[in-house]
């Protein structure tokens, strides 16, 4: 079973206030980032990475496929399948490597260009646009009942 939460981010500051709640609750797995390109499935990592401690710059790894960091002891490993031609890439490049790491956290934009090279995830984040472009609707699911609740307290108030 799994349960969704609904919110909306209004600006890029409401972005990062998310990103620093998930920190603090979500240390390993995987996280899926679904949206069109310019959804904020960057901006969202970039924060996200920050308040885990980073302090360096935060790239998209559009071309080199993945970004790895540790930040405290954490291995944590950003992925973005967008220009993937075909999932079996990943086999070439040696995902088996990465996914092996213990207790590591990775992050997926486009999971959908991994095929079955990519393992199941355990937090899905979609976030969508607004007609206008200035407002984010985001649906975190999990199998987490007791995440999903805390989010819904921590960033809906209820
Ligand atoms: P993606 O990785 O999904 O393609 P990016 O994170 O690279 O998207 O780009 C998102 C863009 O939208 C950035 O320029 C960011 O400043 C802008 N933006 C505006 N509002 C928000 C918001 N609420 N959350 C995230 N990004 C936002
Ligand atoms: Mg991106």
């Known amino acids: 079973m ?8 209004n600006h890029e500051q409401d ?20 949206g069109d390109l310019g959804a904020g499935k960057t901006t969202f990592t970039r924060y996200f990475l920050q308040n ?10 559009t071309y080199t496929l993945v970004e790895p ?4 002891g954490k291995e944590i490993f950003h992925f973005d399948l967008y220009r993937l031609n075909d999932p079996y890439e990943l086999e070439l490049m040696g995902i088996r490597d990465y ?3 213990p207790d590591a956290l ?26 206008d472009e200035l ?3 985001v649906t ?5 009942d007791a995440l999903s609740q805390t989010l819904q307290e921590q960033l809906n108030g209820a």
């Open 69 to 72: 960091y540790t930040i405290q």
């Open 99 to 101: 996914l092996d790491t």
């Open 52 to 61: 885990l401690g980073h302090q360096g710059s935060v790239k998209s790894p």
């Open 15 to 34: 972005t990062q206030h998310f990103a620093q709640i998930l920190s603090q609750h979500v240390h390993s797995g995987i996280i899926y980032l679904i």
């Open 2 to 9: 799994s349960s969704s939460v609904k919110f909306t981010l």
């Open 135 to 137: 407002t984010r609707f």
């Open 106 to 131: 990775f992050l997926f934009e486009w999971p959908s260009k991994g095929g079955d090279e990519i393992p199941k995830p355990d937090i899905v984040i979609d976030i969508q646009k607004s007609e």
């Open 140 to 144: 975190l699911t999990t199998a987490s």
